[in-house]
């Protein structure tokens, strides 16, 4: 596809309000009522989106539920399930221009970034997933019974589809998010209703649009934009959904688990981070690039970002002033412009609280080596910021700012490293540069973190399991691991 072609397709996808896609339909909210979502860049309104709230998140749990009980979906084998899901990736590559272009009118991002990294990777989590369709196994278990003394069984194991999921995603990787989230729950036979982001709800009905044409069952996946307040929360509260997924804020994911209580239905949590990057004396000079991917990639807004840089004492100065070199030559626009390094953040909320980290940062008598500020007055974009002389009680190094912020830190040995890293309520990724391989293993032995990089950064793969220790998350995204998530355990026994 051309990127004239992909960008007539956006532009009639956006003309006209977008419906919610349930039970095989599309169809308008029960309500009748719809909500902007702006581009990021202008602040302009791209698109509107009927606005689902609790009758819709309702008639989609229904519409999951007959899909799950008595649809052809719990029938089919494994072989057409995982054809069907091999489907989707196709697709997505055969649409990866105006999903691309979709998700950075939508989100922000540079096109090329959307274009090399979210849809590619989309696409492989689906082709990835199919393969596991056919691959859902138990055991055989022998068992030994000692009060039926010289009894016999066979005993073996299922592992079957957990059920209705409701699974509720962030808005700084849209069309990925929904993939980590789709593609294991359909190889594992579940019914799905999606709760895109308001910020970005596009990529996600564009999706569903594909998913349409791959061929699947009707009510097996259902998508519902609309506010988390209202169509997040009664996803999450609802009884007839056996297990919530989640990723975004931790404060959220708090909510998310009281929610779930009522029913006391599963639950998985991809939260927030703050992640330590730890660059050694012996680091090659790469670590100074890598630094700096490690926070500006998509604009700070990773869950995984490296926004606490810790740099050995004696390359302190080296580095901080190589990544503020960095950062002062990332060309901001908007991200449909080819020259962009980095788009705007994703909406006014998120200026707003990024900017307020910064005046925070500011007022607290850290020192702003470069950036620090707003950019331009149009849009939400905020200037790649690198922070020093931070104390460890400041807001700025404790909380998670999801933007292009990163407060650097010098250490002088393995152990107070270790321990520093360490010292947050997160504990989702890391970083560690070294030319010592045995140095690096022993600290990604230490490091409380789901993710540990060494020599690398933001490096995913949907083979790789990807999740939160501590506040950051209960369970695994991607890798076989995601399929525990989604899969209830039978052991069945017979007498022989
Ligand atoms: P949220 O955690 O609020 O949003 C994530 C998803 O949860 C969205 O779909 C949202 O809906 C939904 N949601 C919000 N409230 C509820 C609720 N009560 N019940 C059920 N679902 C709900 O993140 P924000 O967008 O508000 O961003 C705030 C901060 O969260 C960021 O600054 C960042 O620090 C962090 N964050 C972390 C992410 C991560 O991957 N770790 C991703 C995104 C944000 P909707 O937005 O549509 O109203």
Redesign the pocket.
């Known amino acids: 596809m051309s990127i004239t072609t992909a960008h007539d397709r956006v532009n009639s996808f956006v003309a006209n309000p977008r419906r919610m896609f349930i039970g095989g339909q599309w169809t308008a909210a029960v309500s009748g009522k719809t909500f902007a979502t702006p581009d990021p860049s202008t602040g302009e309104t791209l698109a509107y989106v009927a606005e689902g709230d609790e009758a819709d998140i309702d008639r989609a749990v229904q519409a999951a539920r007959t899909a799950f009980e008595q649809g052809p979906w719990s029938r089919m084998t494994a072989s057409d399930r995982g054809r069907l899901i091999w489907k989707i990736g196709d697709l997505i590559l055969e649409n990866a221009e105006e999903l691309a272009q979709l998700e950075t009118r939508d989100n922000g991002k540079p096109y090329a970034v959307a274009l090399a990294a979210d849809v590619p990777l989309a696409a492989d989590l689906f082709h990835y997933m199919a393969g596991w369709a056919t691959k859902i196994e138990g055991n055989t278990i022998d068992i030994s019974v000692p009060y039926m003394p010289g009894a016999n069984f066979h005993s073996y194991t299922l592992r079957e589809p957990v059920g209705v999921v409701g699974q509720?995603?962030?808005?700084?990787f849209p069309l990925l998010m929904a993939a980590w989230k789709l593609g294991p729950a359909l190889a594992t036979g579940n019914c799905v209703i999606l709760?895109?982001?308001?910020?970005t709800p596009l990529s996600a009905l564009r999706l569903a649009e594909l998913i349409a044409e791959a061929g699947f069952p009707d009510g097996v996946v259902n998508v519902v934009p609309g506010?988390?307040?209202t169509a997040?929360?009664r996803l999450?509260a609802h009884p007839g959904v056996d297990k919530v997924a989640f990723?975004?804020?931790t404060e959220?994911g708090r909510?998310?688990v009281q929610?779930a209580a009522g029913n006391l239905k599963k639950v998985s949590l991809?939260?927030?981070?703050k992640s330590p990057n730890i660059v050694f004396e012996d680091a090659e000079p790469e670590a100074v690039a890598g630094a700096a991917n490690a926070i500006f990639f998509n604009h700070g807004q990773c869950?995984v970002a490296g926004s606490r840089l810790f740099v050995h004492h004696s390359r302190f100065d080296e580095v901080v002033e190589g990544v503020a070199e960095i950062a002062k030559s990332i060309k901001l626009g908007p991200g449909m412009d080819a020259d962009t390094q980095m788009g705007p953040l994703v909406s006014e909320e998120?200026l707003t609280?990024v900017t307020g980290y910064l005046d925070s940062g500011r007022t607290e008598g850290a020192t702003t080596v470069v950036g620090g500020n707003r950019h331009g007055d149009r849009g939400y974009f905020v200037e790649p910021t690198v922070i020093t002389n931070a104390r460890n009680d400041m807001k700025i190094v404790r909380e998670?700012i999801?933007g292009p912020v990163v407060v650097a830190e010098p250490f002088s040995d393995l152990d107070e490293i270790a321990a520093q890293a360490n010292d947050t309520e997160y504990g989702l990724g890391a970083g560690i540069w070294t030319k010592d391989i045995s140095k690096a293993h022993a600290l990604a032995k230490k490091i409380r973190a789901g993710t540990v990089w060494i020599n690398c950064y933001n490096v995913f793969d949907a083979a790789l399991p990807f999740g939160g220790y501590k506040q950051s998350g209960w369970g695994r995204e991607m890798g076989h691991e995601v399929l525990n998530n989604y899969t209830e355990v039978k052991a069945v026994t017979t007498q022989l």
């Open positions: 509720i995603i962030p808005w700084n709760k895109p982001a308001e910020q506010y988390g307040e997040g929360a999450a990723t975004g804020s959220v909510l998310i929610a991809e939260l927030g981070g869950c998120q609280r998670e999801f």
